[in-house]
């Protein structure tokens, strides 16, 4: 048999716990499962120019919170 490593489940929902209870239940499903996806792969950088271009070129009108 092979060993069983859980450590990426808990990971995982460990940082919905921290999520969850910094936000209530104020946040939407979507929203919540966006943020969980972040924390879960912080490793993973992001270029802000490439969001920007994105969001810029998609036409549409968003509201942004920072």
Do not use: W
């Amino acid at each position: 048999t092979l060993p069983v490593s859980t450590a990426t489940a808990e990971r995982s929902f460990s940082s919905m716990k921290r999520i969850k209870s910094y936000l209530r239940n104020s946040t939407s499903g979507k929203r919540l499962n966006g943020l969980a996806l972040l924390s879960i792969h912080k490793e993973i950088t992001v270029n802000p120019q490439e969001v920007m271009d994105k969001f810029s070129k998609s036409g549409r009108r968003c509201n942004i919170v920072l």
